[in-house]
């Protein structure tokens, strides 16, 4: 059984950081592609970021520049560095690992 679980959400100042992670555990032991989503009240899922097995990297274009995926193989954990942030990210983020496996997802809130 695979298990996605996500850390790393809370309330932020517009303006400030946030670090997402995301370990993924269970099924059978390769690297696969990884991603976050959010999903906002009364609007659908977006993906905002996600990263493959051979590191290549799409954002949305509402974060690029502000945000960063990474991933660390060993760990079987990815990151999304979240800076600059505005009250437009809140929304609860999803991590999503490749088979179609989600996590429960974790809450952002920006708001002074």
């Known amino acids: 059984q695979v298990q996605i679980v996500e850390s790393g959400g809370g309330l932020v100042q517009p303006g400030g950081s946030l670090r997402l992670s995301c370990t993924a555990s269970?099924?059978?032991?390769?690297?696969?592609?990884m991603a976050w989503y959010r999903q906002a009240p009364g609007s659908e899922r977006e993906l905002v970021a996600s990263?493959?097995?051979?590191?290549?990297?799409v954002y949305a274009d509402s974060v690029k520049g502000r945000f960063t995926i990474s991933r660390d193989n060993g760990k079987n954990t990815v990151y999304l560095q979240m800076n600059s942030v505005r009250p437009e990210d809140s929304a609860v983020y999803y991590c999503?690992?490749?088979?179609?496996?989600w996590g429960q997802g974790t809450q952002v809130t920006v708001s002074s």
């Open positions: 999503f690992r490749g088979g179609n496996w």
């Open positions: 990263i493959t097995s051979a590191g290549k990297i």
């Open positions: 269970g099924g059978i032991d390769m690297i696969y592609f």
